[in-house]
């Protein structure tokens, strides 16, 4: 299993951006994906997860993020809005082979990808 995330970057406050989870060795529609973010300084948290129709958002995010799949292209995707410099972090995708409801405890997540740097300068 690998994950494989991308798109991030730097924007101004207020900005967008959309990060991709691309999935191998893994069918993400079976399972549950979530996005953690972890700033300096401060513990990884969760951010947003997606199990089959249904979502979850911390709610720092709500309103601003969403979390969509594109099971043909076994990508999951966060579009993020309305960027704050409170957003700043390194964003992480995660998944489980026996996770399969939504969770935002790094522990049950053995599949990590390396994690892509959001900036959002103010």
């Known amino acids: 299993v690998q994950l494989q995330a991308s798109g991030g970057g730097l924007v101004k406050s207020g900005g967008s951006l959309r990060l991709s989870c691309a999935g191998s060795g893994v069918t993400l529609s079976r399972y549950v994906v979530t996005w953690f973010r972890e700033a300096p300084g401060k513990r990884r948290e969760g951010v947003s997860c997606?199990?089959?129709?249904?979502?979850s958002y911390a709610d720092s995010v709500k309103g601003r993020f969403t979390i969509s799949r594109d099971n043909g292209r076994n990508t999951v995707y966060l579009q993020m809005n309305n960027l704050q410099p409170e957003d700043t972090a390194l964003y992480y995708c995660?998944?489980?082979?026996?996770?399969?409801?939504?969770?935002?405890?790094?522990?049950?997540?053995?599949?990590w990808g390396q994690g892509t740097q959001v900036t959002v300068s103010s």
């Open positions: 997606i199990s089959g129709s249904m979502t």
């Open positions: 995660a998944t489980d082979l026996q996770t399969l409801q939504c969770s935002f405890a790094e522990g049950m997540f053995g599949a």
